[in-house]
Structures are given as structure tokens and as C-alpha cells.
């Protein structure tokens, strides 16, 4: 079983449109969790950090599950720059190694 | 700005090989970081170092080195090319465990082995 799981989508979203999606994480033990986004063809690069209480940043929420080991992201009022693929990662011991998840897709049509 | 360079962006090789891949970060950064990333799989860890000289084997070492001689530059080395190591391979590197979490990418390998 991996440690990190989602799903690939694509999610085809309209734009303006909001779309949420998930993130499972087998270890009970993780401490930190992460949403990188990775565009075609480039390298990852961090999004935002996920907090227990859940946070914010402009039209990105990231919410996180601790009972469930679930980690979760919405866009709200899509854009078409935010197509690309969603990266939920784990931080999984205390010196910093990170878990990556396969990614989730999410395409943007006008 | 965070920039971390990689030495080819496409490669070529054919089975048998020795395939040298350097990565250079200019942020004074202690730890740095080799993956692949394949396709449903993700990124794979293959090693780390967390210091100049320093190095440990993540979860898929089999059939890779590494080196780093200098802080800013961690080479990853494929004694033997096989045709199941083409991949994508992106370095990473980032400040300090304990400091800062965030790992900053190169822009990536893309190694095919024929």
C-alpha cells in the first residue's frame, strides 16, 4: 500500500468553478503535510503548508483529517493558470523526509 | 531566489553505462536530495545528504551512488545504466531538518537508457 494516495483525476473544472480533492496518508505518525503543485514539464514547487485547524491562502483551503489521515485541498474561482497537477506530501519522521503522492490533475477549460 | 540547477534536461544512454547526473544549489543549503518520478508512482527518494560528505540511502538506493564534495553540489551516479532506470530524476535541496522543510527543485533529468 503506498503511504501517500490520490486520486489522478483529471479533474476538468470550468473556470470560475470550485473543485476539491483528497489526499490519504497511511502513516498515524506523520507530523506535517504539504500541497506542491507541479505544471507540465516542470518541477514541483510548494503551494502551502497544511495546518491542524485548517488554513487559507487567497483561493486556496487546505483542511486536514488527523481521525480520518486525510488531507484535503479547494480551489475556489478557478482559474485557468491554476491547471496542473496537485501533489499532497507528507512529512513522515522527524529529521524531514517526505513522503510524495502520485499527484492529482486538475484541468482548467474556459 | 532559491535556484537549483541540474546539468542536462534530456539524456540519452544506452545499457551499461556510467551516467553521471550533478545538481548545484546556490543557497548555501545543507541538505539536498535525489528522486525519480515516474508515472502513478510519484517521486521515489533514491538519497539524501544532509552534509558535505554525508550521505544515506532512501527507498530506492539499489543500483545508484552518490556523491557530494562540496555543500553546494550532489552528484547521483548510475554504476551501470539498465533500461529500468529511465526516469525522470529531480534534485532538491533545502536549508536544515528542524529549520525549514521546504525542498526547492531542479528543473529535472529526463534520462531515457536504450
Known amino acids: 500500500r503506498k503511504e501517500v494516495e490520490q486520486d489522478p483525476g483529471p479533474f476538468n473544472v470550468p473556470e470560475g468553478a470550485t473543485v476539491a480533492f483528497n489526499c490519504t496518508y497511511s502513516?498515524?505518525?506523520?507530523?506535517?503535510f504539504f500541497w506542491y503543485r507541479q505544471d507540465c514539464r516542470k518541477e514541483p514547487k510548494l503551494l502551502m503548508s497544511?495546518?491542524?485547524s485548517g488554513n487559507e491562502d487567497g483561493r486556496f483551503t487546505a483542511q486536514l483529517n488527523r481521525a480520518s489521515q486525510y488531507i484535503s485541498l479547494l480551489i475556489r474561482d478557478s482559474k485557468l493558470s491554476d491547471s496542473a497537477t496537485y501533489l499532497c506530501?507528507?512529512?513522515?519522521?522527524?529529521?524531514?523526509?517526505?513522503?510524495f503522492g502520485a499527484g492529482t490533475q486538475v484541468v482548467v477549460t474556459p | 531566489d532559491v535556484k537549483v540547477t541540474q546539468s542536462s534536461r534530456y539524456l540519452v544512454k544506452r545499457t551499461g553505462e556510467k551516467v553521471f547526473l550533478e545538481c548545484v544549489q546556490d543557497?548555501?543549503?545543507?541538505?539536498m536530495f535525489w528522486y525519480r518520478q515516474d508515472p502513478g508512482l510519484g517521486l521515489r527518494l533514491i538519497y539524501f545528504?544532509?552534509?558535505?560528505?554525508?550521505?544515506e540511502k532512501g527507498d530506492i538506493p539499489e543500483g545508484y551512488s552518490v556523491s557530494r564534495e562540496k555543500k553546494e553540489r550532489f552528484s547521483l551516479i548510475l554504476e551501470s545504466a539498465s533500461t529500468n532506470q529511465t526516469s525522470m530524476y529531480l534534485c532538491a535541496s533545502r536549508l536544515r531538518a528542524g529549520v525549514a522543510y521546504e525542498q526547492y527543485f531542479g528543473p529535472g533529468t529526463r534520462l531515457t537508457v536504450t
Open positions: 543557497m548555501d543549503h545543507e541538505n
Open positions: 497544511v495546518y491542524s
Open positions: 545528504s544532509y552534509d558535505v560528505k554525508m550521505k
Open positions: 502513516n498515524s505518525a506523520s507530523q506535517s
Open positions: 506530501v507528507v512529512k513522515t519522521d522527524s529529521w524531514g523526509k517526505l513522503q
